[in-house]
């Protein structure tokens, strides 16, 4: 057994593992003028025992709202919040067994790194020997050794970042909260930080939450998902799950590098028993679709969204014309921007005044702009949405 380290029922690494069920939880905020500003709308979010969950959404989305309620820093407008079956309501913030990791997360300057990483122990009156066992297995844990005489001016932001971490370990919290920890390091520390903190986290069994705006990082890091988007969640999944089948529009968007393709069209009726999809831009058609996937169960001309990942879009010369419409998905169109990103190709096609779609891959490099191509995309792969809602609609 290694020092400090407790393997028994109340989890891994001495952190005992809380289960946290957020019922409904709204959080009403006052403007400066006294209005009423929705941070959360009845939020539903379970927090799985010893997983990572990652909580992504644009700014503004609430996500460190969500994260403050579970710290006890403030308090729901209305819904529950439970920990390991127990309510929440009125319990502080220093009862509840959780730490916070900020994104500019304030070291003490005149202390070094050993003294910042002991100074909520001593506060605390922890006795100085487990103070020593402590510092020692978080030094272990993050690779802390050779930095502890270190003053926090002569770290770079990936070590001061590690050393923040380090501060909240040490509490041997039952629940670790991250509120951007990553969003100012450069992208090497990013990376590096990334797989790092992944894999403490599985081999410590921590229930850790955090929380970011970069879809990559929560793709790369999370157990489990939870999209947020105006205060109300979109759609909780595993990665792969809510990656590959998208609830809704702004799902499929949001997620990806890029983001989904999604093009706004009509059911045009029917073609050799399958229903065909034309896409329109401005009034006017830009190209015909027809797929297997959906059915025949929406009426002709009714507004639809197509969605599909740039990974699965195939280009070809326009004049190799299309395949089989059995098979995939085609349109016609000019390629406009070339991005080589060393690994792969973005090739940016515009298939109508204002309609893109966008190509990603490693053998896209010989496009140049102003080619005219074939995009095919195939027929499994391709999403639908309801145009008006965005929701998904097959299945």
């Not at 909580?55 to 820093?73: D, F, Q």
């Not at 081999?203 to 955090?210: A, E």
């Not at 996937?293 to 009714?302: P, Q």
């Not at 419409?325 to 792969?344: D, F, N, R």
């Amino acid at each position: 057994m290694e020092a400090g380290l407790d393997r028994g029922s109340g989890g891994c690494g001495g952190f005992a593992v809380p289960r946290v069920q957020l019922q409904r939880v709204t959080k009403i905020h006052r403007g400066s003028r006294g209005e009423e500003v929705l941070a959360l709308r009845e939020a539903t979010v379970a927090l799985d025992d010893g997983r990572c969950t990652v909580v992504v959404g644009p700014s503004g989305s609430g996500k460190t709202t969500l994260l403050r309620l579970i710290a006890g820093l403030e308090d729901p407008t209305s819904g529950t919040l439970e920990m390991e079956g127990r309510s929440m309501a009125g319990v502080p913030s220093k009862d509840r067994g959780v730490a916070m990791v900020f994104q500019d997360h304030p070291l003490f300057h005149h202390l070094d790194v050993a003294g910042n990483l002991a100074l909520g122990l001593k506060l605390r009156r922890v006795p100085p020997a487990e103070q020593a066992v402590r510092l020692g297995e978080v030094a272990d844990w993050l690779g802390l050794g050779r930095l502890v005489d270190r003053m926090p001016a002569t770290l770079s932001g990936g070590e001061r970042q590690r050393v923040a971490l380090g501060m909240a370990l040490v509490q041997r919290p039952r629940l670790l909260l991250l509120d951007e920890p990553l969003a100012h390091l450069d992208a090497r520390w990013r990376v590096q930080l990334r797989r790092e903190f992944r894999s403490l986290q599985r081999r410590l069994g921590l229930t850790w939450v955090q929380v970011t705006h970069d879809q990559s990082e929560a793709l790369a890091m999370a157990d489990r998902l939870v999209v947020l988007d105006a205060g109300v969640v979109q759609q909780a999944g595993s990665p792969t799950e809510v990656y590959e089948r998208p609830a809704n529009r702004f799902v499929a968007e949001f997620l990806g590098a890029p983001g989904m393709n999604v093009l706004e069209g009509r059911l045009a009726g029917m073609a050799e028993n399958r229903p065909r999809f034309q896409c329109t831009d401005g009034g006017g058609a830009v190209g015909e679709f027809r797929w297997t996937s959906l059915g025949a169960a929406r009426s002709t001309n009714a507004p639809i969204l197509m969605g599909f990942r740039p990974e699965w879009v195939r280009l070809e010369p326009e004049a190799a014309g299309d395949l089989p419409q059995a098979e995939a998905v085609t349109a016609h169109g000019e390629v406009a921007v070339v991005e080589p990103l060393g690994h792969e190709t973005w090739v940016h096609v515009q298939v109508g005044t204002n309609r893109w779609v966008v190509a990603r891959g490693a053998g896209l490099g010989r496009w140049r702009p102003g080619d005219r191509v074939t995009v095919v995309i195939p027929a499994d792969a391709v999403h639908w949405f309801d145009a008006t809602t965005g929701a998904r609609l097959d299945g």
